[in-house]
Antibody
C-alpha cells in the first residue's frame, strides 16, 4: 500500500521560503513515475504546483515556475517542495501525490496546512 | 493556463443520476484522453474516481462513469447515495506537460 505523508512548518513569514517534504512508504520512489504537489487555498479549488521524476526532471505550473523548486531524494525515499518569496496568497493546504504517466494522481498524502503570516 | 470550467454546484435526490461537466480547450481536454476526476469530502484529501476519461480505479463504484466530447468532459453518478455528497474536481493533462484542475463542483444529495 503506497502511503505519502507531508511534513514541514505550518507557519511561514511573508517573503520567506516555504519548504515541505513528502515521505513515501510502501513503494520505492525510484519507481516513479512522477511525484507531485497540489495545493488548495481555504475554501477554494485545487491548484497543480508541479511534479518531478525520480531522476530530478521537473515540470511546474507556469504561474509559479519562477518561485518553485522540486527535488527527489531516493536514499531517503522522499521528495521536496520549495516555494520562495511567499505571500498571504500562498496560504493553503499542500498535498503531495504520486502522478502517473497519464497525468492523474492516484495516491495522495493527507495534506498539510501552511499559513503565511507575520 | 486558466482553470477548467465546472458548474459551482449540482444537486439530486437519492437514486437519481447527475452529470457534472468540465470544459477546457484544445490545449488540454480536447487534445488528450488524460482527464481525471476526484472526489473530496470536507477536511479530507481528494480521492481518484475516474482516470483517462472513463476508467475506474479498483474499489470505485461502477455508479461513477466518465466521458468526453471535444473540449468537454463529464462525470456521471447514477443511483445517487448520501455518501456521494462531496466536492468533485476534474483535471486534465496539457500541451505544456503540466496538469490543470477545474474549479470544483459541490454535489448536494437532497
Amino acid at each position: 500500500q503506497v502511503q505519502l505523508q507531508e511534513s514541514g512548518p505550518g507557519l511561514v513569514k511573508p517573503s520567506e521560503t516555504l519548504s515541505l517534504t513528502c515521505a513515501v512508504s510502501g513503494y520505492s520512489i525510484s519507481s516513479g513515475p512522477y511525484w507531485g504537489w497540489i495545493r488548495q487555498s481555504p475554501g477554494k479549488g485545487l491548484e497543480w504546483i508541479g511534479s518531478v521524476s525520480p531522476s530530478g526532471t521537473a515540470d511546474y505550473n507556469p504561474s509559479l515556475k519562477s518561485r518553485v523548486t522540486m527535488s527527489v531524494d531516493t536514499s531517503k525515499n522522499h521528495f521536496s517542495l520549495t516555494l520562495n518569496s511567499v505571500t498571504a496568497a500562498d496560504t493553503a493546504v499542500y498535498y503531495c501525490a504520486r502522478r502517473t504517466s497519464g497525468s492523474y494522481s492516484d495516491y495522495w498524502g493527507q495534506g498539510i496546512l501552511v499559513t503565511v503570516s507575520s | 493556463q486558466s482553470a477548467l470550467t465546472q458548474p459551482a454546484s449540482v444537486s439530486g435526490s437519492p437514486g437519481q443520476s447527475i452529470t457534472i461537466s468540465c470544459t477546457g480547450t484544445s490545449s488540454d481536454i480536447g487534445a488528450y484522453n488524460s482527464v481525471s476526476w476526484y472526489q473530496q469530502h470536507p477536511g479530507k484529501a481528494p480521492k481518484l474516481m475516474i482516470y483517462d476519461v472513463a476508467n475506474r480505479p479498483s474499489g470505485v463504484s461502477n455508479r461513477f462513469s466518465g466521458s468526453k466530447s471535444g473540449n468537454t468532459a463529464s462525470l456521471t453518478i447514477s443511483g445517487l447515495q448520501a455518501e456521494d455528497e462531496a466536492d468533485y474536481f476534474c483535471s486534465s493533462y496539457t500541451n505544456m506537460n503540466t496538469a490543470i484542475f477545474g474549479g470544483g463542483t459541490r454535489l448536494t444529495v437532497l
